[in-house]
């Protein structure tokens, strides 16, 4: 079965840093009086000098593709919030799942929800999620991401629909493992097309 840290994140923006450099100058006058006779005059006084402040240097610019990837993570939050609606009453009807995932995301979906019903079961509780935009291609003809999403199921349960009871976890089952979740940008919307879990724990 979304780091959603929702770039956990799904993702955050570089911290700028400006450089500023000092540079003092100053100058001094060295005035000579003869010894055979006084003066009156008055030595010239010597112009205070100002520091020459540098230019700062430019700061590092925003990333680019922040707001996409942002648009990303949302969609990625509603899609699992979809999910889990469906799965929690062990039917799509009711849910807007099809308006975030696609192809073999939905097809997943979809087979786990009949594996659900066929064995009178639902599900309980949610899994949350750190996810970020590990890769991201606006400038295809298709644009597409990638998401890495570390994912917690400790608490989303499978129970027995009539009785609530909690059905036991299979053995070696990892309750906190990496998911890796394709998605692609349809007109102005992002669909998740993938989500593919790691057998690695995060």
Known sequence: ???????????????NRALVLFMAAATGSLIL????????????KPKPTQPETGKA???????PNAAAKKAL????TSFWAEQTKAYSKGTEKGTKL?????????ARARGDLASL???????SGRATHDAHVSAIGLDKKLPDATITDCMDVSHWK??????????????GKLTRYVAIVSAQKWGKQWMITKVTP???SC
């Open 33 to 44: 009086t003869g010894c055979s006779g006084a003066s009156d005059a008055t030595p010239p």
């Open 198 to 200: 790691q057998h690695r």
């Open 57 to 63: 240097s430019a700061s590092p610019s925003a990333d």
């Open 158 to 171: 499978t129970v027995n629909q009539k009785t609530g009871k909690a059905l036991p976890a299979p053995k």
């Open 73 to 76: 993570l949302v969609t990625y």
């Open 117 to 123: 019903h066929g064995s009178g079961n639902v599900t």
């Open 1 to 15: 079965m979304e780091n959603v840290k929702r770039e956990g994140r799904s993702g955050g923006p570089a911290a």
């Open 98 to 106: 099809e308006k975030y995932a696609t192809t073999e995301a939905l």
